[in-house]
């Protein structure tokens, strides 16, 4: 269970404030994977940050049961100087996974090669994702926190996340954001609608996309 209690998040740029998030009161049930939708700016990724405590908010409060993930294969808070292997066994100190485990996973789900024993830094995007993406499936979180992260990689590799991640959903719970809606039928089954600020949960996905679709075609018809 994930509960946001009179959740408020303001940025202020410039002299300008944008809320993202306006006193928030919702409950993500546990065991269920939820999408996130909303228009493009709206703070999706920004709640993600929040709930995974990455960000903190302005006012309010998040409550669970269970361990939260990460934003699934966020790779800004692996050190630039270590190897992959080393991040990687760093990680599993930190959450209390078997060092070894971890390293014959990641090593052989990111198909990294000899660069796996190489400092993060020298990675290209597509291979920080990648270790990014395995270290994350290599815990066994409660919940996990997705923003489009399966996109990476080639046809295979994506076939090969997409296989993983769903075998850790038999267990788990996530809260999704994507732009592709068959990929979100395919995961999930209840959704939650960022609007202006304000977030409505839906037991039914198909209800939330339906509002989702509604905010988007009012917002190109204003914009026309």
Not at 33 to 48: E, F, I, Q, Y
Not at 133 to 149: H, I, K
Request: charged share 20%.
């Amino acid at each position: 269970m994930i509960r946001l209690e009179n959740l408020t998040k303001i940025y202020k740029l410039n002299g300008r404030r944008k809320v993202v998030a306006d006193n928030m009161n919702v409950t993500f049930p546990t065991g269920v994977s939820v999408a996130l939708l909303g228009r493009n700016g709206a703070g999706k990724s920004s709640l993600l940050r929040m709930i995974s405590g990455a960000m903190l908010p302005t006012s309010g409060r998040i409550l669970s049961t269970g361990t939260i993930s990460w934003p699934v294969g966020f790779a800004g808070s692996f050190n630039g100087e270590l190897t992959g292997e080393q991040n990687c066994r760093f990680v599993a100190r930190v959450y209390g996974i078997d060092t070894d485990e971890m390293r014959d996973f990641v090593e052989d789900f990111a198909e990294l090669g000899q660069h796996f024993y190489l400092p993060f830094r020298t990675y290209s995007s597509g291979m920080r994702a990648r270790l990014a993406f395995g270290v994350s499936m290599a815990v066994p979180f409660d919940t996990y926190l997705v923003d489009e992260v399966s996109a990476v990689g080639d046809a295979a590799f994506r076939a090969k996340s997409n296989h993983v991640f769903n075998a850790r959903m038999k267990a788990a719970g996530a809260v999704v954001v994507s732009h592709s809606m068959p990929s979100l039928r395919e995961i999930c089954q209840a959704g939650a609608v960022l609007e202006n600020g304000k977030l409505s949960y839906f037991h039914d996905l198909e209800d939330a996309i339906a509002v989702h679709t509604a905010n988007m075609q009012r917002a190109v018809a204003k914009a026309g």
